[in-house]
């Protein structure tokens, strides 16, 4: 039976720790290991990351490109051919939310976008912010209906 006060690591998982600064018979003496004077070898003695000292570091020598706009929309842009192969056959009725719910859409999406490549053979119900043509006549052709939301 194992007992918790014989628990040993296996012979050679663990190695004791050097210490550092213990006289010169032990290897890391005097200086521990960090050498003669400099910064590296004082207390605190560090550079920040990306400093190349003193040279004009990487992140200031390349071109700052592009930029973020802070007013973007982000939109989930679903093909009928996804509505046909990843939708449930149970689901009739599609939105955001829904396609949120199932994956297809991330949660931080404000718009929903249908297009039309692909094929449609069963009916949806579908309420989109922006419907193209094609996936419009696809829709109504194979029994469905599509609602144009509002956009805010």
Do not use: C, W
């Not at 949120?100 to 692909?118: D, H, Y």
């Amino acid at each position: 039976m194992l007992k918790l006060n014989e628990l040993k690591p296996q012979t050679g998982s663990h190695s004791q720790r050097k210490r550092l600064g213990r006289g010169s018979g032990s290897g890391l003496g005097p200086t521990a290991g960090k050498g003669d004077k400099g910064q590296l070898q004082r207390s605190g003695g560090s550079v920040r990351a990306g400093f190349e000292g003193g040279q004009t570091p990487l992140y200031r020598r390349l071109p700052k490109r592009g930029f973020t706009n802070i007013h973007a929309r982000s939109h989930a842009v679903i093909n009928l051919s996804d509505l046909e192969t990843r939708i449930p056959s149970e689901v009739k009725e599609l939105n955001l939310s829904v396609l949120q719910e199932l994956g297809l859409a991330k949660k931080t999406t404000e718009r929903l976008v249908i297009l039309g490549n692909g094929n449609l053979t069963r009916s949806f119900k579908i309420k989109a912010h922006r419907v193209s043509e094609s996936a419009t006549k696809k829709v109504s052709s194979a029994g469905g209906s599509v609602e144009i939301v509002k956009i805010q």
